[in-house]
């Protein structure tokens, strides 16, 4: 009986715009670029999703429930450029079927840098959470499923009781990644792991005509998420919302899948089910200790920290961008602390990532640039006039 938990993160960056290093301007967003994308992904995605989940919701009467993650930059920009993205979603959560989560509000990687930025940034999302919803989040997940024993420990202290991870194979080794399971040294966490293949069936290969399951479709995935019985007992489908019609185009068939999938999954046994993620914590107890000693994410195929630190761009940006963080706190300017806490933004590094092969074209997809290094010297160029503030000059 696979207790299924179907989780989606909602996020846009604020992209900056082209940056010279003669560039005196303190405009360093392309707002409208980020108001044009944000609008273009909210007609393709988010309205049209949220009313198809809407009607699914409501349609299971309780039976069907599901998770979001909404970063503090997607929030903003939401309610700047198009407030009824946020009404699809107050109207969502006035189902009683949808559980909203914790991360770092600027969707940064503040935890690898500093724990005083990181606890802010998750205070701030906590607090706009609770503005928006009014939901006390119990369940964190970190930017990108980034996660440690050091992070789950962390978390733990913050009165968290479920932490999101990836169910990486070099953390599980041979165990299965449908089961809840405890980090060492923080007893009261629960920890919850992507089953990333069936995940990413949905979240990538679903429109691959060369995939040997392609054309996948609600009956067939039903099929798969069964097969666990006995062999665990969650499913944890977690992946970008942007995967329904921004990333898998409407004409793939991903919404008549979405739209199916649920009552596939219920049809199939009268033991199946859908929860949440604090439903699942407080459902099922850890089947065992999992020990992540080193950095894992949902990213690319290595699923750790590579896609931001891949290359010696990444770690000079993000030395360089931490390395003011205490002066610039000391000056106590909310606009400079603001701007500063935008970069912070994972995907300005991500955007910085030299990977070829499949991951690279992943990266290339994402980002605004020409090119890695492009992206450095314009992050670069917009981190010294930052600096540039700080010193008053």
Request: one cysteine or more.
């Amino acid at each position: 009986m696979p207790s299924v938990c179907l989780y989606f993160q909602v996020h846009q960056p604020y992209r900056l715009r082209r940056y010279s290093v003669f560039d005196t301007d303190r405009a360093y967003f392309d707002e409208a670029k980020n108001a044009e994308i944000l609008r273009r992904v909210a007609h393709r995605c988010y309205l049209p999703t949220n009313k198809l989940l809407l009607e699914m919701l409501r349609g299971h009467e309780g039976k069907f429930v599901v998770a979001f993650s909404l970063s503090g930059m997607l929030i903003e920009q939401a309610q700047q450029h198009m407030p009824e993205i946020l009404d699809s979603f107050r109207e969502l959560n006035s189902t009683g079927c949808v559980e909203f989560l914790n991360e770092t509000y600027h969707h940064s990687l503040s935890f690898l840098y500093s724990r005083e930025e990181f606890r802010a940034q998750v205070e701030l999302h906590r607090s706009k959470i609770k503005e928006l919803f009014g939901q006390d989040a119990r369940v964190f997940r970190n930017t990108e499923l980034i996660y440690n024993n050091d992070l789950g420990h962390f978390v733990s202290h913050m009165g968290y009781d479920g932490c999101l991870a990836e169910g990486a194979d070099a953390v599980l080794g041979t165990r299965t990644p449908n089961s809840v399971y405890r980090p060492p040294h923080a007893p009261k966490l629960k920890l919850l792991l992507k089953n990333y293949r069936l995940s990413d069936d949905v979240a990538f290969r679903f429109s691959n005509r060369l995939w040997e399951q392609w054309p996948l479709n609600a009956e067939k995935f039903s099929g798969w998420v069964n097969q666990i019985n006995g062999h665990g007992e969650v499913c944890n489908l977690f992946m970008d919302y942007e995967t329904f019609g921004e990333h898998q185009w409407a004409d793939t068939g991903i919404f008549d899948f979405l739209k199916h999938m649920p009552g596939a999954i219920l049809k199939s046994s009268s033991q199946n089910e859908f929860l949440t993620p604090s439903q699942v914590i407080d459902k099922h107890a850890p089947a065992g200790e999992i020990d992540a000693p080193h950095m894992v994410s949902w990213a690319d195929s290595e699923r750790d920290l590579s896609a931001w630190l891949g290359n010696a761009m990444q770690s000079n940006a993000l030395h360089e961008l931490y390395k003011i963080e205490g002066a610039l706190k000391e000056k106590a300017d909310p606009d400079l602390l603001e701007d500063w806490r935008r970069l912070t933004t994972s995907d300005h590094f991500y955007y910085m990532c030299t990977k070829y092969w499949a991951d690279g074209d992943v990266h290339k997809y994402f980002s605004p640039y020409e090119s890695p290094y492009d992206s450095y010297i314009n992050f670069m160029n917009v981190l010294d006039n930052v600096t540039t503030r700080l010193r008053g000059m």
